[in-house]
Each structure stands twice: as structure tokens, then as C-alpha cells.
């Protein structure tokens, strides 16, 4: 009796080993079988709105050849970047990018500013929308780049009450920078703060923007030309941009302030026509180029008083032409001239000196 039962429990046991076995062995073999042709593994997805990132992962897109899958629907989705960088280095058949959150970077190849681009309007300009129900700051880096899109880049901050929208426009290295600020009015044509205008920028091409407030220009020009909105204006303050020596001036009035970096060879101010009041309040100590202020108007009708601080050229010409010239501030041009043209009179107070190693010349039809 004892015999037969551990007969029976000893084949039991190896049973159920040579079962394990088998199990085991199974678990490790999976067999695969090719499907027919235009077969494909059909799965039920909920809508998919879009493909979202946190800014840690790498999602590269590429715009290959389409494959025939037989019935089915392929759904466009938009791509929306929460943190971190876009980066497009191919032609790819979209043409809207949408940055939805803080410190992104879209970064284009230099392709996609080519004319038929797909990023590009029918007029070849590429446009960025900023979100009117919040602040944008946006960066355009023209670094390396020596061509911007034929039709432009243009930038609408978008508008909304307390919004402060920004453009920087940085890293491009011109001859001659051509700065317009626009006329505005409001419904009863009278002038109102202007914010847009245009870039031009030699051999690069234009960068136009609307519904901005502050605007900084932080590359370099040899030559930089402020052109005023028409109109009257009792406002304008050409001045430093309130950190020393940073090589950074700035000009404000009825029109977004403007930064910029110092140019090397000249600042030319152009009043846009219409009776200005300028104010010049000094300029960043390490500027170091020529200082004109033009009228554009057939008769000169501008005020123009140098104040508050002294201003320094270092070396530049300073050219001056208006109805009337207020000398209230030393002047310093380290052997530059100094031309004062003024249809009603020139004046200077005890603190407004002018010290040159160059020409000082005074024209005037009324007083001096």
C-alpha cells in the first residue's frame, strides 16, 4: 500500500514537471504570420487634437513618401510645444506653427524662407500672430542669416487692454538700418501712440510689425535711420537707455520706445513732417558716431533742446535742423563739427557749453 502510493505520487510529480517544461518552453516562442497585401491593425483611438511635449522628449518629423493603406482616414493634427525648442530643418507641408506657452524657440532652417515655402503667404511674407488675450515677447535672432523672406517677416503682437507685447530683433550685422515708425490716428483723425512701423534692413529684407509696444534693435548698423510718425508730437526723447555704457541708446514720443544699439558710423532722426517738440537728454557714454536731426518739413517748424544731461559724441558730427535750438546741456564732440540750422533762433543757457576741436557753425534768420 505504501509502495503504490509513492508509485503514484512520484508520477504525479513528474507529470506535472514535464508540464511546467512544456509552459515554459511555450512563453518563450511567439509565432508571426505575414499579412495580405493592404491589410493593416486596426485599433480604435479616442480624437486625437494634438501631439503635446513637456519639452524633454525628441519628436522628429519627416516628410516622406505616403503609403497606400487601403480604406482608412489619416487625421492633421497641430503640434503644440509646451517647453523647449521646434526645430524644422525640412520643407514640410504644414504652415502654421503654434507656440502656446513660456521661453519656446521655433527655429527654421534657412530653406523655408525660400519663395513657394510653404510657411509662406502667396506674397512670400511669413507672419507671426501673437495671442491678444496675453503679453508676447518675441525674439527674431537673424544670426548667420543672410536673407529673410522676399515678402517679409511680420509680427502683430495682438491687442488687448494692460497688454505689453515686445520685439527684439537681434543678431543681424547691416550697413544701413532703416527704421519707420507709422502714423496712427483714432477715429476722430487726431494722432494717437503709434505701434507699428517697419525694419528694412540692406541686403536682408523687411521686418514689419503692428500692436507692440517696446521695441529693441540689438545687432549691428553701420548706419541707423529713425524716421518719426507724421504729425505732431511734443514728446520725443532721444536719450540713453538708462543703464550706462551698455552701448545702448533709446528714443521715445507718441510711438513704441525704441532701444538701440549704438551705431558705428551714424544716427540720423528724421521728424516725419509736422511741428515736433525733441528733447536731447545725452546719449549711452559709449557712443561714438554722427548725430543728425533733419526736418522733413518745407519750412522748419521742430523745437529741438538739448537738456538734462550732456551729450557726447565721441568723435561725431552733430547736425542739427529746426525752427528753434535750445542749448540748456553741455555738447562734446571730441573734433567733430557741429552744424546748428534754425529758421527762428539759437540759444544756450550758462550750462550749455559746446566743445569742439572741429567746426562749430550757427545759421539763423531770427536770434542767436
Do not use: C
Amino acid at each position: 500500500m505504501i509502495r503504490s502510493f509513492l508509485q503514484h505520487l512520484r508520477l504525479t510529480l513528474s507529470r506535472r514537471a514535464r508540464t511546467s517544461a512544456k509552459l515554459k518552453k511555450r512563453v518563450h516562442h511567439l509565432r508571426l504570420r505575414s499579412l495580405e497585401d493592404r491589410r493593416v491593425l486596426n485599433a480604435s483611438l479616442a480624437l486625437v487634437t494634438g501631439v503635446e511635449m513637456s519639452g524633454g522628449e525628441t519628436l522628429n518629423i519627416h516628410d516622406g513618401g505616403m503609403q497606400d493603406l487601403g480604406l482608412g482616414d489619416v487625421q492633421s493634427v497641430d503640434l503644440v510645444l509646451d517647453s523647449g525648442t521646434w526645430t524644422v530643418d525640412a520643407a514640410l507641408d504644414v504652415n502654421r506653427f503654434e507656440l502656446s506657452a513660456d521661453m519656446k524657440t521655433l527655429s527654421l532652417d534657412h530653406s523655408l524662407f525660400d519663395d513657394g515655402s510653404p510657411i509662406l503667404t502667396a506674397s512670400h511674407a511669413f507672419l507671426i500672430q501673437g495671442d491678444a488675450a496675453t503679453t508676447d515677447a518675441l525674439v527674431i535672432d537673424l544670426t548667420n542669416l543672410d536673407f529673410v523672406p522676399s515678402g517679409g517677416i511680420s509680427f502683430a503682437g495682438g491687442e488687448s487692454d494692460g497688454d505689453n507685447d515686445s520685439l527684439t530683433v537681434m543678431g543681424y550685422d547691416v550697413t544701413v538700418l532703416n527704421l519707420t515708425h507709422n502714423a496712427e490716428t483714432d477715429i476722430d483723425g487726431n494722432p494717437i501712440a503709434s505701434e507699428s512701423g517697419s525694419l528694412d534692413l540692406t541686403l536682408l529684407g523687411t521686418i514689419s510689425f503692428t500692436e507692440i509696444e517696446p521695441l529693441a534693435l540689438a545687432g549691428n548698423a553701420a548706419d541707423l535711420i529713425i524716421n518719426l510718425p507724421a504729425g505732431a508730437d511734443a514728446t520725443v526723447v532721444l536719450s540713453d537707455d538708462g543703464t550706462a555704457n551698455d552701448n545702448v541708446s533709446q528714443i521715445d514720443g507718441l510711438f513704441e520706445v525704441t532701444t538701440f544699439t549704438n551705431p558705428t558710423s551714424s544716427l540720423t532722426i528724421n521728424d516725419g513732417t509736422g511741428v515736433k517738440s525733441i528733447s536731447v537728454e545725452g546719449l549711452d557714454a559709449m557712443f561714438a558716431a554722427d548725430v543728425s536731426i533733419l526736418e522733413d518739413d518745407a519750412t522748419p517748424d521742430n523745437a529741438v533742446t538739448f537738456q538734462t544731461n550732456d551729450t557726447e559724441t565721441g568723435g561725431g558730427d552733430l547736425t542739427v535742423e529746426a525752427d528753434t535750438i535750445a542749448v540748456n546741456a553741455a555738447i562734446t564732440t571730441a573734433g567733430g563739427f557741429v552744424d546748428f540750422d534754425a529758421e527762428t533762433s539759437i540759444t544756450s543757457t550758462a550750462d550749455g557749453d559746446i566743445t569742439t576741436s572741429g567746426d562749430a557753425i550757427g545759421e539763423d534768420s531770427g536770434d542767436v
